[in-house]
């Protein structure tokens, strides 16, 4: 079973910049697109970033400017820059794989989950 690992997270004040990654062993890795999402206390998750496998980038209004995702086929990352980090920021980040497949059944797709990685923005 393929796996997901964030790391990155932390603390940081008003201002201050991140860079998170996610990273897995799976061999189609450069095959799929690649999702960030992110869950506050009380809120419900929500889509940051996507990267498809070519490349193309996505974000939602309230991160534009601010954050940068890219990918590095060859090392099986997928990275998540956060500049400009505010107080509503704050939350756990989640790196998604919503279209995996086994190359011997690719016609099965799995929608697979890192185990989130905690981003505190705080004076």
């Keep these: 079973q393929v796996q997901l690992v964030e ?3 932390g603390l940081v004040q008003p201002g201050g910049s991140l860079r998170l990654s996610c990273a897995t062993s799976g061999n189609i890795f450069s095959r799929v697109a690649i999702h960030w999402y992110r869950q506050a ?4 998750r929500e ?6 496998s070519s490349g193309v980038t996505n974000y939602t209004d309230s991160v534009k400017g601010r954050f940068t995702i890219s ?3 060859p090392k099986n990352t997928v990275s998540l820059q956060l500049n400009t980090l505010q107080p509503e920021d ?3 980040y989640y790196c998604n794989a919503p279209a ?7 016609f099965k797709l799995y929608n697979i989950w890192g185990q989130g990685t905690q ?3 705080s004076s």
């Design 7 to 9: 790391s990155g997270g």
């Design 41 to 44: 206390p009380g809120k419900q």
């Design 47 to 52: 889509l940051v970033a996507s990267i498809t």
């Design 71 to 73: 990918r590095d086929n």
């Design 90 to 92: 704050t939350a756990v």
């Design 100 to 106: 995996w497949y086994d190359p011997r059944n690719p």
């Design 119 to 121: 981003v505190t923005v």
